[in-house]
Protein backbone atom coordinates (compact mmCIF):
# COMPACT_ATOMS: atom_id res chain seq x y z
CA UNK A 1 0.00 0.00 0.00
CA UNK A 2 1.06 3.33 -0.97
CA UNK A 3 1.22 6.12 1.87
CA UNK A 4 -0.99 8.94 1.03
CA UNK A 5 0.31 12.37 1.46
CA UNK A 6 -2.08 13.80 3.24
CA UNK A 7 -2.15 11.12 6.30
CA UNK A 8 1.09 12.24 7.65
CA UNK A 9 1.86 14.45 10.49
CA UNK A 10 4.00 17.90 10.39
CA UNK A 11 6.39 15.05 12.80
CA UNK A 12 6.00 11.86 10.45
CA UNK A 13 7.18 14.13 7.48
CA UNK A 14 9.91 15.58 8.69
CA UNK A 15 11.65 11.99 9.14
CA UNK A 16 10.68 11.13 5.85
CA UNK A 17 13.76 10.90 3.51
CA UNK A 18 13.61 13.59 1.27
CA UNK A 19 16.08 12.45 -1.12
CA UNK A 20 14.78 9.38 -2.51
CA UNK A 21 11.33 9.45 -1.68
CA UNK A 22 9.21 9.92 -5.18
CA UNK A 23 5.97 12.20 -4.81
CA UNK A 24 3.62 10.43 -7.29
CA UNK A 25 1.29 12.99 -8.70
CA UNK A 26 -2.06 11.87 -10.21
CA UNK A 27 -4.08 14.40 -12.53
CA UNK A 28 -7.27 13.75 -12.73
CA UNK A 29 -9.97 15.63 -14.90
CA UNK A 30 -13.96 16.88 -14.09
CA UNK A 31 -15.24 16.18 -17.36
CA UNK A 32 -17.66 14.51 -19.46
CA UNK A 33 -17.27 11.09 -20.65
CA UNK A 34 -20.66 10.06 -22.88
CA UNK A 35 -23.99 9.48 -21.64
CA UNK A 36 -22.92 6.30 -19.45
CA UNK A 37 -19.55 7.27 -17.58
CA UNK A 38 -19.42 9.91 -14.77
CA UNK A 39 -17.71 13.21 -15.44
CA UNK A 40 -15.07 12.39 -12.61
CA UNK A 41 -13.90 9.03 -15.01
CA UNK A 42 -10.69 10.40 -14.79
CA UNK A 43 -10.04 10.92 -11.05
CA UNK A 44 -12.03 7.48 -10.39
CA UNK A 45 -9.06 6.06 -12.54
CA UNK A 46 -6.44 7.74 -10.95
CA UNK A 47 -7.37 6.65 -7.16
CA UNK A 48 -7.93 2.84 -8.43
CA UNK A 49 -4.15 3.36 -10.51
CA UNK A 50 -2.68 4.51 -7.63
CA UNK A 51 -3.71 1.63 -5.44
CA UNK A 52 -3.05 -0.74 -8.46
CA UNK A 53 0.31 0.25 -8.34
CA UNK A 54 0.66 -0.44 -4.37
CA UNK A 55 -0.51 -3.86 -5.21
CA UNK A 56 1.66 -4.16 -8.22
CA UNK A 57 4.84 -3.09 -5.94
CA UNK A 58 4.39 -5.39 -3.03
CA UNK A 59 3.89 -8.80 -5.41
CA UNK A 60 7.12 -7.91 -6.81
CA UNK A 61 8.08 -8.00 -2.66
CA UNK A 62 8.35 -4.09 -3.11
CA UNK A 63 6.84 -3.91 0.38
CA UNK A 64 8.64 -0.61 2.00
CA UNK A 65 9.33 1.11 -1.57
CA UNK A 66 10.00 5.15 -0.98
CA UNK A 67 6.79 6.87 -1.91
CA UNK A 68 3.71 9.17 -1.06
CA UNK A 69 0.65 9.49 -2.95
CA UNK A 70 -0.37 13.36 -3.10
CA UNK A 71 -4.03 13.95 -3.46
CA UNK A 72 -5.61 13.50 -7.09
CA UNK A 73 -5.52 17.01 -8.51
CA UNK A 74 -9.55 17.07 -9.31
CA UNK A 75 -9.85 19.36 -12.40
CA UNK A 76 -7.22 19.68 -15.72
CA UNK A 77 -7.22 20.74 -19.08
CA UNK A 78 -10.43 19.79 -20.53
CA UNK A 79 -10.40 22.49 -23.02
CA UNK A 80 -11.57 20.14 -25.68
CA UNK A 81 -14.68 19.06 -23.46
CA UNK A 82 -15.99 22.07 -22.51
CA UNK A 83 -19.55 22.23 -24.21
CA UNK A 84 -20.69 19.37 -22.76
CA UNK A 85 -22.43 19.43 -19.70
CA UNK A 86 -20.46 19.28 -16.92
CA UNK A 87 -17.61 19.73 -17.99
CA UNK A 88 -15.11 21.82 -15.92
CA UNK A 89 -11.36 23.11 -16.94
CA UNK A 90 -8.77 24.94 -15.97
CA UNK A 91 -6.98 27.04 -18.60
CA UNK A 92 -3.39 26.22 -19.35
CA UNK A 93 -1.32 28.74 -17.86
CA UNK A 94 -3.78 28.39 -14.59
CA UNK A 95 -2.93 24.69 -14.96
CA UNK A 96 0.74 25.21 -15.61
CA UNK A 97 1.05 27.61 -12.85
CA UNK A 98 -0.77 25.75 -10.40
CA UNK A 99 1.37 22.42 -10.52
CA UNK A 100 4.17 24.33 -10.81
CA UNK A 101 3.42 26.11 -7.67
CA UNK A 102 2.76 23.13 -5.89
CA UNK A 103 6.26 21.28 -7.51
CA UNK A 104 7.68 24.34 -5.85
CA UNK A 105 6.45 23.82 -2.54
CA UNK A 106 7.48 19.89 -2.54
CA UNK A 107 11.35 21.25 -3.60
CA UNK A 108 11.10 23.63 -0.84
CA UNK A 109 10.74 20.62 1.58
CA UNK A 110 13.78 18.77 -0.19
CA UNK A 111 11.37 16.44 -2.66
CA UNK A 112 13.91 15.59 -5.15
CA UNK A 113 11.56 13.20 -7.25
CA UNK A 114 7.81 14.09 -8.26
CA UNK A 115 6.66 11.51 -10.61
CA UNK A 116 3.21 12.76 -12.30
CA UNK A 117 0.77 10.25 -12.98
CA UNK A 118 -1.05 11.33 -16.07
CA UNK A 119 -4.88 10.21 -16.06
CA UNK A 120 -6.39 12.51 -18.80
CA UNK A 121 -4.71 12.85 -22.20
CA UNK A 122 -5.28 16.77 -22.32
CA UNK A 123 -3.11 17.08 -19.42
CA UNK A 124 -0.20 15.70 -20.54
CA UNK A 125 1.08 18.50 -22.75
CA UNK A 126 1.38 20.87 -19.84
CA UNK A 127 2.95 18.37 -17.86
CA UNK A 128 5.89 17.39 -20.42
CA UNK A 129 6.80 21.36 -20.52
CA UNK A 130 6.18 21.49 -16.76
CA UNK A 131 8.54 18.50 -16.34
CA UNK A 132 11.53 20.08 -18.20
CA UNK A 133 11.07 23.54 -16.90
CA UNK A 134 10.95 22.27 -13.36
CA UNK A 135 14.27 20.07 -13.90
CA UNK A 136 16.09 23.19 -15.68
CA UNK A 137 14.71 25.66 -12.97
CA UNK A 138 14.36 24.15 -9.33
CA UNK A 139 17.26 21.24 -10.34
CA UNK A 140 14.81 18.49 -9.18
CA UNK A 141 13.61 15.59 -11.12
CA UNK A 142 10.20 15.30 -12.27
CA UNK A 143 8.62 12.02 -13.87
CA UNK A 144 5.87 11.16 -16.37
CA UNK A 145 3.65 8.33 -15.77
CA UNK A 146 0.59 7.30 -17.82
CA UNK A 147 -2.47 5.73 -16.56
CA UNK A 148 -3.42 3.92 -19.17
CA UNK A 149 -1.56 0.98 -20.94
CA UNK A 150 -4.04 1.12 -23.93
CA UNK A 151 -1.74 0.10 -26.82
CA UNK A 152 -0.91 -3.31 -24.68
CA UNK A 153 -1.74 -6.19 -26.08
CA UNK A 154 -2.85 -7.50 -23.02
CA UNK A 155 -5.54 -4.43 -22.61
CA UNK A 156 -6.28 -4.47 -26.40
CA UNK A 157 -7.45 -8.11 -26.62
CA UNK A 158 -10.48 -6.41 -23.60
CA UNK A 159 -11.65 -4.27 -26.45
CA UNK A 160 -14.35 -5.45 -28.67
CA UNK A 161 -14.09 -6.12 -32.53
CA UNK A 162 -14.87 -3.79 -34.51
CA UNK A 163 -14.35 -0.86 -32.19
CA UNK A 164 -10.95 0.99 -33.77
CA UNK A 165 -11.95 4.10 -32.23
CA UNK A 166 -11.82 3.40 -28.98
CA UNK A 167 -10.34 5.76 -26.47
CA UNK A 168 -12.12 8.52 -24.37
CA UNK A 169 -15.15 7.30 -22.27
CA UNK A 170 -14.96 4.32 -24.72
CA UNK A 171 -15.17 0.63 -23.66
CA UNK A 172 -11.68 0.79 -21.77
CA UNK A 173 -12.09 3.86 -19.65
CA UNK A 174 -15.89 2.30 -19.31
CA UNK A 175 -14.41 -0.59 -18.13
CA UNK A 176 -12.21 0.45 -15.65
CA UNK A 177 -15.05 2.72 -13.87
CA UNK A 178 -17.15 -0.46 -13.81
CA UNK A 179 -13.92 -2.43 -12.31
CA UNK A 180 -14.16 0.66 -9.08
CA UNK A 181 -18.02 1.35 -8.88
CA UNK A 182 -20.54 -0.26 -11.29
CA UNK A 183 -23.51 1.28 -10.44
CA UNK A 184 -21.79 4.33 -11.69
CA UNK A 185 -22.33 3.81 -15.13
CA UNK A 186 -25.04 3.74 -17.19
CA UNK A 187 -24.66 1.33 -19.49
CA UNK A 188 -27.78 1.30 -20.95
CA UNK A 189 -27.54 4.99 -22.38
CA UNK A 190 -24.32 4.61 -24.13
CA UNK A 191 -23.70 5.77 -27.74
CA UNK A 192 -20.56 4.74 -29.50
CA UNK A 193 -18.66 7.80 -31.02
CA UNK A 194 -16.62 8.16 -34.17
CA UNK A 195 -14.61 11.03 -35.87
CA UNK A 196 -17.17 11.03 -39.00
CA UNK A 197 -15.32 14.06 -40.40
CA UNK A 198 -12.14 12.07 -40.48
CA UNK A 199 -13.25 8.13 -41.21
CA UNK A 200 -12.15 8.10 -44.77
CA UNK A 201 -9.27 10.86 -44.81
CA UNK A 202 -5.72 8.41 -45.42
CA UNK A 203 -3.69 11.11 -43.96
CA UNK A 204 -5.62 13.64 -41.66
CA UNK A 205 -6.77 12.20 -38.44
CA UNK A 206 -7.32 13.50 -34.65
CA UNK A 207 -4.11 12.30 -34.32
CA UNK A 208 -1.42 10.93 -35.77
CA UNK A 209 1.32 12.36 -38.12
CA UNK A 210 -0.52 14.76 -39.44
CA UNK A 211 -3.69 15.91 -37.17
CA UNK A 212 -5.63 18.16 -36.02
CA UNK A 213 -6.44 20.18 -32.71
CA UNK A 214 -9.58 18.43 -32.09
CA UNK A 215 -12.22 18.90 -30.19
CA UNK A 216 -14.92 16.30 -28.71
CA UNK A 217 -17.68 17.84 -30.93
CA UNK A 218 -15.70 16.32 -33.88
CA UNK A 219 -16.59 12.62 -32.32
CA UNK A 220 -19.80 11.80 -33.37
CA UNK A 221 -22.24 9.21 -33.03
CA UNK A 222 -22.94 7.22 -36.72
CA UNK A 223 -26.21 9.61 -37.50
CA UNK A 224 -23.71 12.44 -36.88
CA UNK A 225 -25.00 13.41 -33.84
CA UNK A 226 -22.15 15.10 -31.44
CA UNK A 227 -21.46 12.20 -28.71
CA UNK A 228 -18.01 13.62 -27.51
CA UNK A 229 -16.72 9.82 -27.18
CA UNK A 230 -13.98 7.92 -28.93
CA UNK A 231 -15.09 4.26 -29.45
CA UNK A 232 -17.98 2.07 -28.35
CA UNK A 233 -18.63 1.48 -24.37
CA UNK A 234 -21.54 -1.44 -24.87
CA UNK A 235 -18.90 -3.98 -24.29
CA UNK A 236 -17.69 -2.72 -21.33
CA UNK A 237 -17.36 -4.90 -18.23
CA UNK A 238 -16.08 -4.88 -14.74
CA UNK A 239 -13.45 -7.87 -15.42
CA UNK A 240 -12.19 -5.80 -18.11
CA UNK A 241 -11.68 -2.74 -16.17
CA UNK A 242 -9.56 -4.61 -13.23
CA UNK A 243 -7.79 -6.61 -16.16
CA UNK A 244 -6.58 -2.91 -17.94
CA UNK A 245 -5.45 -1.63 -14.43
CA UNK A 246 -3.61 -4.36 -13.31
CA UNK A 247 -2.34 -4.33 -16.80
CA UNK A 248 -1.37 -0.90 -16.66
CA UNK A 249 -0.48 -1.14 -12.88
CA UNK A 250 2.62 -3.51 -13.81
CA UNK A 251 3.68 -1.60 -17.03
CA UNK A 252 4.96 0.97 -14.91
CA UNK A 253 6.53 -0.95 -12.10
CA UNK A 254 10.49 -1.47 -13.86
CA UNK A 255 9.82 2.56 -14.99
CA UNK A 256 9.31 3.00 -10.70
CA UNK A 257 11.90 1.15 -9.59
CA UNK A 258 14.89 2.86 -11.92
CA UNK A 259 12.92 5.95 -10.84
CA UNK A 260 14.01 5.26 -7.42
CA UNK A 261 17.50 4.54 -8.12
CA UNK A 262 18.00 7.29 -10.53
CA UNK A 263 20.27 9.90 -8.64
CA UNK A 264 19.34 13.84 -10.51
ZN1 LIG B 1 -11.00 10.00 -19.36
Known amino acids: ?126 VQVL ?30 EGNIWDFHGGEMETSMVMAVDESLVKLELSEAGIPTAFEHNEALKPYGNVSIGWVSEDWRTKDGKPIGIGGDPAGATAEKGRKILETSAKVLIPGLKEIRKWKG
Not at 12 to 37: F, S, Y
Not at 86 to 99: E, K, Q
Not at 140 to 158: C, E, M
Request: proline letters at 6%.
Open 1 to 126: MIRNYRDLTRWEMERVDKEETIILIPLGALEQHGNQAPLGTDDIIAEAMVEEIGKALEAEGETDFPMLAFPVIPVGLSTEHKNFCGSVTLRPDTYYHMLYDISVSLAHHGFKKLAFLVCHGGNAPI
Open 131 to 160: SRELRSELGISPFILSSGAFGHPDVLATVS
